[in-house]
């Protein structure tokens, strides 16, 4: 019992994300039935929603990052996009440099720009553990002159990637119905859940997120945290970039996972996170981060004039964070208890039968609105 | 105690002064250094005076976004609405009946209403305000394309005399190699930051709002105990940042005198930049707001040395992130100093800053 009571109260945390989510797939169901059929296309299965999972992985990858961060720092990462432009053009400078390609040159060339995220990581991580520097002020700097270091890493505009196994990576491997940047995504999504599970990584995060100093004086130490988030928030970078430059097939140092900070940091508010740090859930960041994918595919479904579209994801932004603010909250429960109140009152001198049924109606919608 | 002696007769510096003083310095630093290395372009006036000329709009930005830092809120919607106004008022320009007040009205309009969104969003309804200003940020782009799609160049006479208008200062000026003396020139736009300037610093300093807003960034809930309405207070910190932004955009299409998509694109975060040099930080509660300007020189300043170093155009962003670096390690280290206390400021009388913010002394 008590563990259904748990599972209910994790399932209303997740109450928004979840709810936007079958808001979109209802519109979609609108527009054309048609929105869950899935094809076979030389063994592979493509469609509205395997495209939505295929195009939503290096976000998911990205906001599973910024969850921890924001979690621990209080704070946001804005050089996500950079850092993973700067750690796949290394990726591109070995693998291009190593002539002939394998698999091995593939593997060495990813655990090489995953070292490059780790650095990335500790450089803004020293800035924000030790020096005290605010995240979003940290990683200003990188921001600005990450783009730059890639081009200069490249030493051309776009070098292309053309080789068979980056194109399988960024595709499909054949044999495999799924394409492979999903399969990438479940299983660094598995690693990051085992990771949770078995260490005490969550808790750390979440006290350190909630009170730096109280954690201080209980023998923990709050930059070692922060600055290991931060360094948890490089390697996924560079997991991203790895996904997004065989997905192009090229490096584009310029628009390679451009401004996709501001869609991490968006997945994580529409997970239900605060921004403020403190208690998280990866599950919802995920489910926000594929909400944001699914939502710029249903304006493109809908055929909406292409420059209004950015209107339309505005106003979807700002009408969800107003349903979500704990002001609305707390009116809506207000207004729903006085319902109860007067229903309880009119059905008192009425039949009792109706006054249950009442009740417990507007107690289901209550805790819908939780 | 004969420490504790010492420390009472001079007054302790506060933060908000400290990280203003050391503003200053690397500006005038990083200006001198500039004038030892390229004096044949640094020494003229015209050079200094161009920073404002070609970079009003990004001035007063960072005043407007000065406010709502100090109080301990963030607006990155500002570059959008900036290149929004402009477009919006080229658009009123070029149409029969366009009118330059009514540009300047519309500018303050579309300024105010995004001010009054976001500050009622976040103020009373509590919502993360990077979350909304990033909505602000999208809805702002978004009405752009949708109002007009390709650069729109205003030929209306009145607007193009009022772009070319120069107002010339006849006792500064550089002898040109023929021996014709030149006048400097300043645009009206510099005026406009000049005006702001004052008045937000005389705002901040000396107004019941700018006490209240010090206040309320240094730490909200102490600032309702002692009955400050926080609410309202931040609700008018975003409707200033957002009327600003509004003027930054009137004074953008003074300077460039065409509307388009890119204008004012990333003005935001080099805003945020410049305040950080500046000494305000992103906590909330500390900073003086003449830092503002201060650290836009000192980031203008940086690319124009970068340029006249004639670097690679990718050499240049990188050592600009360097600089800002090394800006805010310094910061930190000071402060980290000073909360050592370690680390005594001591200034002769005659520099020592005029103010007691008795709220951010912590």
């Given at each position: 019992?008590?563990?259904?009571?748990?599972?209910?109260?994790?399932?209303?945390?997740?109450?928004?994300?979840?709810?936007?989510?079958?808001?979109?797939?209802?519109?979609?169901?609108?527009?054309?039935?048609?929105?869950?059929?899935?094809?076979?296309?030389?063994?592979?299965?493509?469609?509205?929603?395997?495209?939505?999972?295929?195009?939503?992985?290096?976000?998911?990858?990205?906001?599973?990052?910024?969850?921890?961060?924001?979690?621990?720092?209080?704070?946001?990462?804005?050089?996500?996009?950079?850092?993973?432009?700067?750690?796949?053009?290394?990726?591109?400078?070995?693998?291009?440099?190593?002539?002939?390609?394998?698999?091995?040159?593939?593997?060495?060339?990813?655990?090489?720009?995953?070292?490059?995220?780790?650095?990335?990581?500790?450089?803004?991580?020293?800035?924000?553990?030790?020096?005290?520097?605010?995240?979003?002020?940290?990683?200003?700097?990188?921001?600005?002159?990450?783009?730059?270091?890639?081009?200069?890493?490249?030493?051309?505009?776009?070098?292309?990637?053309?080789?068979?196994?980056?194109?399988?990576?960024?595709?499909?491997?054949?044999?495999?119905?799924?394409?492979?940047?999903?399969?990438?995504?479940?299983?660094?999504?598995?690693?990051?859940?085992?990771?949770?599970?078995?260490?005490?990584?969550?808790?750390?995060?979440?006290?350190?997120?909630?009170?730096?100093?109280?954690?201080?004086?209980?023998?923990?130490?709050?930059?070692?945290?922060?600055?290991?988030?931060?360094?948890?928030?490089?390697?996924?970078?560079?997991?991203?970039?790895?996904?997004?430059?065989?997905?192009?097939?090229?490096?584009?140092?310029?628009?390679?996972?451009?401004?996709?900070?501001?869609?991490?940091?968006?997945?994580?508010?529409?997970?239900?996170?605060?921004?403020?740090?403190?208690?998280?859930?990866?599950?919802?960041?995920?489910?926000?981060?594929?909400?944001?994918?699914?939502?710029?595919?249903?304006?493109?479904?809908?055929?909406?004039?292409?420059?209004?579209?950015?209107?339309?994801?505005?106003?979807?932004?700002?009408?969800?964070?107003?349903?979500?603010?704990?002001?609305?909250?707390?009116?809506?429960?207000?207004?729903?208890?006085?319902?109860?109140?007067?229903?309880?009152?009119?059905?008192?001198?009425?039949?009792?039968?109706?006054?249950?049924?009442?009740?417990?109606?507007?107690?289901?919608?209550?805790?819908?609105?939780? | 105690?004969?420490?504790?002696?010492?420390?009472?007769?001079?007054?302790?510096?506060?933060?908000?002064?400290?990280?203003?003083?050391?503003?200053?310095?690397?500006?005038?630093?990083?200006?001198?250094?500039?004038?030892?290395?390229?004096?044949?372009?640094?020494?003229?006036?015209?050079?200094?005076?161009?920073?404002?000329?070609?970079?009003?709009?990004?001035?007063?930005?960072?005043?407007?976004?000065?406010?709502?830092?100090?109080?301990?809120?963030?607006?990155?919607?500002?570059?959008?609405?900036?290149?929004?106004?402009?477009?919006?008022?080229?658009?009123?320009?070029?149409?029969?009946?366009?009118?330059?007040?009514?540009?300047?009205?519309?500018?303050?309009?579309?300024?105010?209403?995004?001010?009054?969104?976001?500050?009622?969003?976040?103020?009373?309804?509590?919502?993360?305000?990077?979350?909304?200003?990033?909505?602000?940020?999208?809805?702002?782009?978004?009405?752009?394309?949708?109002?007009?799609?390709?650069?729109?160049?205003?030929?209306?006479?009145?607007?193009?005399?009022?772009?070319?208008?120069?107002?010339?200062?006849?006792?500064?000026?550089?002898?040109?190699?023929?021996?014709?003396?030149?006048?400097?020139?300043?645009?009206?736009?510099?005026i406009v930051v000049v005006v702001l300037v004052i008045l937000y610093a005389v705002l901040m300093k000396w107004s019941r709002f700018g006490r209240n807003v010090y206040a309320i960034g240094g730490n909200s809930q102490s600032a309702r105990m002692l009955g400050i309405n926080v609410k309202r207070t931040r609700f008018f910190s975003y409707v200033i940042c957002g009327l600003t932004a509004g003027i930054s955009g009137f004074v953008f299409l003074m300077t460039t005198g065409a509307g388009n998509i890119g204008n004012g694109a990333l003005f935001e975060m080099k805003a945020i930049a410049s305040n950080v040099i500046g000494g305000i930080l992103l906590n909330g509660g500390v900073g003086n707001l003449l830092g503002a300007p201060i650290g836009t020189l000192t980031l203008l300043?940086?690319?124009?040395?970068?340029?006249?170093?004639?670097?690679?155009?990718?050499?240049?962003?990188?050592?600009?992130?360097?600089?800002?670096?090394?800006?805010?390690?310094?910061?930190?280290?000071?402060?980290?100093?000073?909360?050592?206390?370690?680390?005594?400021?001591?200034?002769?009388?005659?520099?020592?800053?005029?103010?007691?913010?008795?709220?951010?002394?912590?």
């Amino acid at each position: 019992m008590s563990r259904l009571k748990a599972f209910v109260s994790r399932l209303s945390h997740l109450f928004l994300p979840l709810f936007v989510l079958a808001l979109l797939i209802i519109v979609n169901l609108i527009k054309g039935a048609d929105y869950f059929s899935i094809t076979m296309v030389n063994g592979a299965f493509y469609g509205n929603i395997p495209n939505m999972l295929f195009g939503a992985s290096e976000l998911v990858i990205l906001s599973i990052g910024m969850t921890l961060v924001t979690a621990a720092s209080q704070g946001q990462d804005i050089s996500i996009g950079e850092t993973g432009a700067i750690t796949s053009a290394i990726f591109v400078w070995y693998v291009l440099r190593a002539g002939d390609v394998t698999l091995l040159t593939i593997l060495v060339g990813f655990l090489i720009s995953c070292v490059a995220g780790l650095v990335i990581g500790a450089f803004n991580g020293t800035l924000v553990s030790v020096f005290k520097v605010q995240p979003m002020v940290a990683t200003l700097i990188l921001f600005l002159g990450g783009r730059s270091i890639a081009f200069m890493i490249d030493g051309k505009v776009s070098p292309i990637l053309a080789n068979e196994i980056s194109n399988r990576i960024g595709t499909v491997i054949p044999g495999l119905p799924i394409q492979t940047p999903i399969i990438l995504t479940v299983v660094f999504i598995a690693i990051v859940s085992v990771v949770l599970k078995t260490t005490n990584l969550r808790l750390y995060v979440e006290s350190v997120g909630i009170n730096p100093s109280a954690v201080r004086l209980n023998g923990i130490d709050p930059k070692k945290i922060i600055f290991l988030t931060f360094l948890i928030m490089g390697v996924c970078s560079a997991v991203a970039g790895f996904i997004a430059v065989n997905k192009a097939g090229r490096h584009d140092s310029v628009n390679l996972l451009k401004f996709i900070m501001m869609d991490a940091i968006l997945a994580v508010a529409l997970g239900g996170n605060s921004l403020g740090g403190g208690k998280f859930s990866i599950t919802g960041s995920i489910i926000g981060a594929y909400t944001i994918e699914m939502l710029n595919r249903t304006l493109l479904r809908l055929e909406v004039n292409p420059e209004a579209i950015k209107v339309f994801k505005a106003v979807f932004i700002i009408m969800l964070m107003v349903v979500a603010s704990p002001v609305v909250r707390v009116v809506v429960r207000k207004a729903l208890d006085r319902a109860k109140t007067i229903a309880s009152r009119y059905s008192r001198g009425h039949t009792g039968g109706l006054s249950n049924a009442v009740v417990s109606m507007t107690d289901t919608t209550g805790k819908k609105e939780d | 105690m004969r420490s504790l002696n010492t420390t009472r007769s001079k007054t302790r510096l506060s933060n908000s002064n400290l990280l203003f003083i050391i503003a200053g310095v690397i500006f005038v630093l990083m200006y001198g250094f500039a004038l030892i290395s390229y004096p044949g372009s640094f020494m003229q006036f015209q050079t200094f005076f161009d920073l404002f000329n070609l970079n009003a709009a990004l001035f007063i930005i960072t005043l407007g976004l000065c406010v709502v830092m100090i109080a301990g809120g963030i607006d990155i919607s500002v570059g959008a609405v900036c290149g929004l106004v402009t477009m919006a008022c080229a658009l009123l320009l070029e149409s029969p009946m366009g009118s330059i007040l009514g540009a300047l009205l519309l500018a303050l309009a579309i300024g105010t209403a995004f001010g009054v969104m976001h500050g009622f969003l976040i103020a009373y309804l509590e919502i993360q305000p990077f979350i909304i200003t990033l909505g602000g940020m999208f809805l702002a782009q978004g009405l752009l394309t949708t109002l007009h799609k390709d650069p729109i160049n205003v030929t209306m006479p009145a607007f193009v005399a009022l772009r070319n208008y120069t107002i010339e200062i006849p006792w500064l000026g550089t002898v040109n190699r023929l021996g014709y003396f030149i006048p400097s020139e300043i645009k009206p736009g510099v005026i406009v930051v000049v005006v702001l300037v004052i008045l937000y610093a005389v705002l901040m300093k000396w107004s019941r709002f700018g006490r209240n807003v010090y206040a309320i960034g240094g730490n909200s809930q102490s600032a309702r105990m002692l009955g400050i309405n926080v609410k309202r207070t931040r609700f008018f910190s975003y409707v200033i940042c957002g009327l600003t932004a509004g003027i930054s955009g009137f004074v953008f299409l003074m300077t460039t005198g065409a509307g388009n998509i890119g204008n004012g694109a990333l003005f935001e975060m080099k805003a945020i930049a410049s305040n950080v040099i500046g000494g305000i930080l992103l906590n909330g509660g500390v900073g003086n707001l003449l830092g503002a300007p201060i650290g836009t020189l000192t980031l203008l300043t940086i690319n124009e040395l970068i340029r006249a170093a004639g670097v690679q155009s990718n050499l240049q962003a990188i050592v600009s992130g360097l600089l800002l670096y090394i800006f805010i390690v310094l910061q930190s280290i000071v402060m980290a100093l000073r909360g050592n206390e370690r680390f005594r400021l001591t200034l002769p009388p005659w520099l020592k800053p005029q103010d007691k913010e008795v709220e951010n002394q912590g």
